[in-house]
């Protein structure tokens, strides 16, 4: 706080706010409706944490849309990541998996922000260990690149570009009070994470 | 939370609630068609049982297997120490083997803390029951099958909820019973109220230390119960007449049809096995919905995972700095 280094990091800036996230979860939902004809055998998994509320916001809408119930899930990968060697033991989300299963439904998991693709390899791990989808697809509301691992997303919120160096915080309103979208220096967010937020919403760092 | 889980007095108020509500999702998992995951993966659990067990062995092999760890059984009988092995040296030969945890089980109480004190063996350890002494795995599933009856909706929204206001009575051998230690104090750190009932030869001295209560008239102390958890008399370690005849200790301290039925709606009869039906618990009681022997046996693998999971799921041991890593022990052992 007291130093400033050259360059000093950005501050976050924000890409999207609540009614650019409102829109883009309106559009993802008819897109799914779109390609999934109907969405008759879709079944949302939210990835914790804040692709459960996004999941969520999803089912709201596709009811609107379809006038139907879409089944709901969430999805808590932390036995199946592949750093868990790397970290401490942390404790367990709540994982709960609709009442008519997985079995040759259309699946899409929803997460907020896909970087290295690894929590979605290992969502795909603990998918494979509930039962066995028609298909599975993924919904994501920023794709900020930099994959490690071969996977894509089927429904992006916002492609952004970033570098190595940035950091991506998603806040919504459910956790953390507001919508919006923050891309900054992954140093400032650090800095300022030490400093300033009590709670600061955990930016996606590398895994 | 520790590295070793030896005591339950060991456990804080947060420790205890973060294994009953890992133990909480880790239970969905009974339900599903694979039952198991890749968590602990390459690594070493070591059941080591100097004594005869079959509920507690088979629940940690069970859960062990789940979380896909290796598991090597080690037990007294065909193995070197019926040749006269110590345990410094069974330590020392399953650590240059390479075990990432031991669970162990003792007819001597205080073997599990040895273990976890000396430097014979670098793993976590985990005490499945030593002697008289404690049992604390017992306890954290006996608090997490009160907590699911006694807390409605508990498996869904009531986590990190504790038994705070709860009263529990733990009727019978208490003197040589590891359960009622560890149960007594797991259950004061999560707010119950813990009453022993129990002829006055098998209360062990020093009990008006303990944090609970002591009644010898079980009718009076039934209908303000919310679980009654009745144990067993454990006559291969009596070596003295405790009680006249077995008939008046039933007379007195079981538990049958008619005084179950003083028991408020709510509460539920435990045990933690093995039950001897007509001694300490009738068939009546053993076979009603009830009791919740069975149960606690399925919740014991949930609880069971959840303690090895946090004990060696992480990189680094559960007390240790987030900078030390977790050594490969094959490697340091030479």
Redesign the interface.
């Known amino acids: 706080m007291t130093t400033h280094q050259d360059p000093s990091p950005r501050a976050p800036h924000q890409v999207l706010d609540g009614t650019d996230i409102a829109r883009v979860v309106t559009r993802i939902a008819h897109e799914i409706v779109e390609r999934a004809k109907g969405a008759e055998d879709v079944v949302l998994l939210g990835i914790h944490t804040r692709g459960v509320h996004l999941a969520r916001r999803l089912h709201g809408r596709l009811a609107q849309i379809t006038g139907r119930d879409i089944p709901l899930g969430t999805l808590d990968i932390t036995m199946y990541r592949d750093d868990l060697r790397l970290k401490p033991a942390r404790a367990l989300e709540h994982t709960e998996i609709p009442a008519g299963g997985i079995d040759g439904k259309l699946v899409i998991l929803v997460d907020d922000v896909l970087f290295s693709g690894r929590t979605i390899r290992a969502a795909l791990d603990a998918l494979s260990d509930i039962g066995r989808p028609r298909a599975v697809q993924l919904a994501v509301l920023v794709d900020r690149g930099h994959r490690e691992l071969p996977i894509r997303a089927d429904y992006v919120g916002k492609n952004l570009p970033t570098s190595l160096r940035e950091a991506v915080q998603v806040r919504l309103a459910d956790t953390d009070g507001v919508d919006a979208v923050l891309v900054g220096d992954r140093d400032y967010t650090a800095r300022s994470s030490q400093a300033l937020a009590p709670q600061p919403s955990e930016p996606h760092l590398p895994e | 939370m520790k590295r070793h889980l030896v005591s339950a007095a060991d456990l804080t108020r947060d420790d205890a609630l973060?294994i009953l509500?890992?133990a909480e999702?880790?239970a969905?998992l009974s339900g599903?068609?694979?039952k198991?995951?890749?968590?602990l993966r390459g690594r070493t659990v070591v059941n080591l049982f100097f004594e005869d067990s079959t509920r507690t062995k088979t629940s940690f092999e069970v859960a062990e297997k789940r979380l896909s760890a290796d598991v090597i059984n080690f037990s007294a009988k065909g193995s070197s120490v019926s040749k006269g092995e110590s345990l410094k040296d069974t330590a020392l030969t399953l650590q240059a083997m390479g075990a990432d945890a031991v669970v162990i089980r003792h007819h001597a109480s205080g073997a599990p803390a040895r273990l976890a004190q000396s430097d014979w063996l670098h793993g976590s350890v985990i005490n499945a029951g030593d002697g008289t002494h404690e049992h604390p795995t017992q306890a954290l599933l006996d608090a997490f099958t009160m907590r699911r009856h006694l807390n409605p909706g508990a498996s869904g929204n009531a986590l990190r909820q504790g038994l705070d206001g709860r009263r529990v009575t733990i009727v019978g051998d208490v003197l040589h019973s590891r359960v009622a230690r560890s149960n007594v104090h797991l259950l004061t750190t999560l707010g119950a109220q813990v009453t022993f009932v129990a002829p006055p030869t098998l209360l062990p001295i020093g009990i008006e230390n303990w944090p609970c209560e002591i009644s010898y008239d079980l009718e009076s102390v039934l209908p303000k119960s919310d679980a009654v958890m009745m144990l067993r008399v454990q006559r291969e370690r009596m070596n003295a007449a405790f009680f006249p005849t077995e008939r008046e200790y039933s007379r007195r301290y079981g538990l049958d049809g008619t005084r179950m039925a003083q028991l408020p709606e709510h509460a539920i009869v435990m045990h933690p096995g093995p039950m001897v039906r007509g001694m300490e618990i009738t068939a009546e009681v053993a076979d009603s919905p009830r009791c919740t022997v069975v149960e606690q046996v399925a919740n014991g693998v949930s609880i069971r995972m959840a303690v090895l999971?946090?004990?060696?799921?992480?990189?680094?041991f559960?007390d240790g700095p987030?900078d030390t890593p977790r050594t490969d022990s094959v490697e340091t052992a030479q």
Not at chain 2, 36 to 39: H, S
Not at chain 2, 309 to 316: E, F, P, Q, T
């Open positions: 973060l509500d890992t999702e880790l969905q599903r068609a694979v198991k995951l890749p968590t999971y946090l004990l060696l799921g992480g990189a680094v559960a987030a």
